[in-house]
């Protein structure tokens, strides 16, 4: 019986994925949306401005998230350590709130409705890779965070995830898949536990 299950499974495809070979990966189709100029001089604003807990006005990295293309609503609330890679992805409502130490990698689009929470620690994440390559290839895929939402603290996001309106996630869930509107989900990975009864 034993051999007969060893001969069975030798015929089986063989569906490990191919070894990672890092020194074959390429970004170069990767649209980084634009010039080296822009990002160089983003990365210094950031470091002066962003990645400080230097008590910075709101208004001030409002201003200066536009001025590098970002979409910034009214009544914006920045607190400090916030990290976003490219500010020409990010769209932000009317009165969001952001907490300290959150990062937004936006190698895709980042779009976070009126009046949403985003707590401490936060990670809203549009890129990953395609692990059963052995190139190991970049995918990226948007994020939205509908109105009226809140994302608690060190939460994690991942590519492709919408969050619908005035949904809870709670402290240190892991999403991967869309939340509909109006729940509660926690864990990893998050699952909902509640209906909140939040129409929109």
Known sequence: MAGHAYSLAATMPDTTPAPRDLSAYSAAGFDRGASCLKEALWILVRWCFFDTSLPWPSALRCALLSLFGAGVGRGVVIRGKVNV????RLRLGDNVWIGEEVHILSL?????EDSVCISQRVFLCTGS?????????LITKPITVRAGAWVAAQAFIGPGV??????????GSVVMENVA??????GNP????KDLGVSR
């Not at 998050?190 to 536990?193: D, E, G, H, Y």
């Open 181 to 186: 509107a109006g729940k509660l989900v926690r």
């Open 162 to 171: 919408e969050i619908g309106a005035g949904s809870v996630v709670g402290a």
């Open 190 to 193: 998050a699952v909902v536990v």
């Open 85 to 88: 890679t490219f500010p020409w």
């Open 108 to 112: 895709a689009d980042v779009v976070i």
């Open 129 to 137: 890779h395609e692990y059963t390559k052995a190139t190991f290839d």
